[in-house]
């Protein structure tokens, strides 16, 4: 309510302005950085014995309430939840099991970070994906653009909600640590490291161990790469890692954007000027039919 | 509808009171849900988290975009018939777009920072969300330029009239180029959403089918609007606008029809079609009432009888419905779904601003020249 008009102005200008001036082929999402250089981690689901050590060590860097079953004496999230920003789930087949872990995939080309309208998720240089409250109008359409279902809302008792979701600890990375729940995994299951050195890492597990590995590092090439990856010995769709294809998801969304947005700017009112022009000389009397 | 008449000022129309009734409970409501939040006024979760009122928003952005299928019709193609249905048009999309823009504050969680879609800082262009929040602004100032003479008229101002009709090609242009924008981005909003929105309803070219479906439903609207109000008023209604706002929509309910079916194709997606659930019972039902139905309306002798673009908008407008709700609400999959039941709270806030619409709409239609004398008129 505080905004003036001079001020509203100045914005519709820059922003119609600005919309010219990116035609070309600029994709905020991606960015300079190099992927490989990003903060990254590798998840085994192989060495995974499911004992929510990282859950925890989320919730207490993050300081997130815990979500206890009925009888109040477990730590029981079922999802992704405001509070719940990464948690330990099981797939259990009827010949094979094997747990998965959930959090914020921090892809190369975030969906959320294209569709936020305000700039309130971005993708940082080091690899987070991260979020700014003091940005964030509520819109939730982050919630709709991720493929992974991850960002949530506060929807309890909050005045104001927030969009709640894991930030790779991107406030701890800035002080050289790594992320609290890699720190804490007591098997090594997930580990933490830049991402060119976890595919390498990968890579060369897979290959010394073809038996125990789906023949797929699940986030190095899905949904145009991703930080946080995956090896696992059941297929990845029954652990609810879908198959995305490896097209960024923004692509079609931000080609169309590029193209669109000036087309029209420009194309309409020429479009007008000459429709205008030419029923000036009377030209449409006859020959339009509406 | 004969109540609203300027002929008998004096008498309060009985659908005065029951308007009156639900908009103060739809703005009560509204204030309640500002104060308390998202999570306790509404009931929709992180598995529907958007909710009936963007299904609204959806749906009647496309009927208000009557105004600036008007507007080009009328100022851009020189079709002087179509200025006796400026002013009603216009003042329906302000008062529609009105609406969608408090159920859109209302619907964003952190209302006291919504003007962050304006902050040049902040603007990302890549969203299309911002740019359909800027265009539907943007546009809503231009549709006041374009009403304000009915108003200034009244009052005595004309200075101000004279320089809206020396600018109004600019202006009604600027509000076309920002139609053709928002229009089209509201359907390309949901080609981030390529994994999630039902392969029937999603595609590359959701922007222009949404743009087409904006202009026929427009015209639509038109058609309804014109022939209820023109009825209740006792004026005489003009066959060959009929006939015009008729092929005019035929035009692009073909276009529509032709990408649409051109996609399935070309997508392999006709064995979804052939599918028996729900989504495929809806997509014959979409393409069957809301394309086929119209157009075999518009393209029979019932183009030139009123009767024949009115039925053809109120099916045409249907199918529009079910494309918005499939794409901004069921046709959204979600893991685990729950169910999703709007509360009371988000249906009478809904229910309340359109009936305030309406209730402007009356207003102004009884104190201010908004239709031809029935004398002028020309037939």
């Not at chain 2, 229910?351 to 009884?366: D, E, K, N, Q, W």
């Amino acid at each position: 309510m505080t905004l003036s008009r001079r001020d509203f102005f100045k914005a519709a200008g820059l922003a119609i302005g600005g919309a010219l001036i990116t035609a070309g082929p600029a994709q905020a999402s991606t960015g300079e950085a190099d992927p490989n250089e990003y903060a990254a981690m590798l998840y085994d689901a192989t060495m995974c014995v499911g004992c929510n050590a990282c859950t925890n060590a989320c919730r207490q860097w993050n300081k997130t309430t815990a979500e206890p079953d009925a009888r109040l004496l477990y730590d029981a999230p079922k999802e992704l939840s405001a509070d719940t920003w990464t948690m330990i789930q099981l797939y259990q087949g009827e010949s094979e099991t094997s747990f998965v872990k959930r959090q914020c995939m921090h892809c190369v080309s975030p969906a959320c970070v294209s569709g936020c309208p305000v700039q309130a998720l971005q993708k940082t240089a080091e690899g987070p994906v991260t979020y700014d409250q003091e940005r964030c109008i509520g819109c939730r359409y982050c919630m709709y653009a991720c493929p992974f279902h991850v960002p949530r809302f506060e929807w309890g008792t909050a005045q104001f909600p927030v969009i709640a979701k894991c930030t790779l600890c991107a406030d701890r990375l800035k002080d050289g640590l790594q992320t609290a729940c890699a720190e804490r995994c007591p098997t090594s299951a997930l580990i933490f490291g830049k991402r060119g050195d976890l595919i390498a890492d990968a890579e060369k597990r897979i290959s010394e161990n073809p038996a125990r590995y789906v023949n797929h590092l699940y986030g190095k090439d899905d949904a145009g790469g991703t930080s946080v990856m995956y090896l696992s010995g059941v297929p990845f769709e029954k652990l609810g890692l879908e198959d995305l294809g490896t097209t960024p998801i923004p692509e079609i969304s931000e080609g169309t954007a590029n193209i669109l947005l000036p087309g029209i700017l420009v194309g309409g009112p020429l479009l007008l000027g000459m429709i205008r022009m030419t029923a000036k000389r009377g030209g449409w009397e006859d020959t339009w039919p509406l | 509808m004969a109540a609203i008449t300027r002929s008998n000022k004096n008498n309060i129309p009985i659908a005065f009171w029951p308007l009156l009734a639900l908009t103060l409970l739809g703005i009560g409501l509204a204030i309640y849900r500002l104060v308390v939040g998202l999570g306790v006024s509404t009931n929709m979760s992180d598995h529907y988290p958007w909710g009936i009122w963007i299904t609204v928003d959806l749906f009647l952005i496309p009927v208000a975009g009557a105004a600036f299928t008007i507007s080009l019709l009328s100022y851009f193609l020189g079709r002087e018939d179509y200025h006796s249905i400026i002013r009603p048009a216009v003042l329906a999309g302000f008062l529609g777009y009105g609406v969608v823009g408090v159920l859109l504050f209302l619907d964003i969680g952190r209302w006291p920072q919504f003007y962050n879609i304006f902050v040049p800082g902040y603007i990302n262009l890549h969203s299309f969300l911002e740019e359909v929040s800027l265009c539907v602004t943007l546009y809503t100032l231009i549709l006041i330029l374009e009403i304000a003479p009915v108003f200034l008229e009244k009052w005595g101002y004309t200075v101000p009239i004279r320089w809206i009709q020396r600018g109004i090609f600019v202006i009604a242009g600027a509000g076309i180029v920002l139609s053709m924008l928002h229009q089209s981005s509201l359907g390309s909003m949901f080609l981030l959403m390529s994994h999630k929105l039902h392969p029937l309803w999603w595609t590359p070219a959701l922007p222009l089918l949404f743009y087409l479906q904006a202009v026929y439903t427009g015209l639509g609207a038109t058609a309804i609007a014109v022939k209820l109000i023109w009825k209740a008023m006792g004026l005489p209604i003009d066959r060959v606008l009929f006939r015009r706002i008729g092929q005019a929509m035929s035009i692009n309910l073909m276009l529509y029809a032709a990408i649409k079916v051109g996609d399935w194709m070309g997508a392999g997606e006709i064995p979804l079609l052939l599918r028996p659930d729900a989504f495929g019972y809806l997509a014959w039902f979409q393409f069957l009432i809301g394309i086929v139905l119209p157009l075999g309306i518009l393209l029979s002798k019932l183009v030139g009888h009123t009767s024949g673009p009115f039925w053809a908008g109120v099916f045409a407008l249907i199918g529009t419905f079910i494309e918005r709700l499939v794409v901004s609400w069921i046709g959204l999959a979600e893991p685990n779904p729950v169910s999703y039941i709007p509360s009371f709270t988000e249906i009478f806030i809904t229910i309340g601003m359109i009936a305030g619409g309406v209730l402007i709409y009356g207003a102004v239609v009884r104190y201010f020249k908004l239709f031809p004398d029935p004398e002028h008129a020309h037939a």
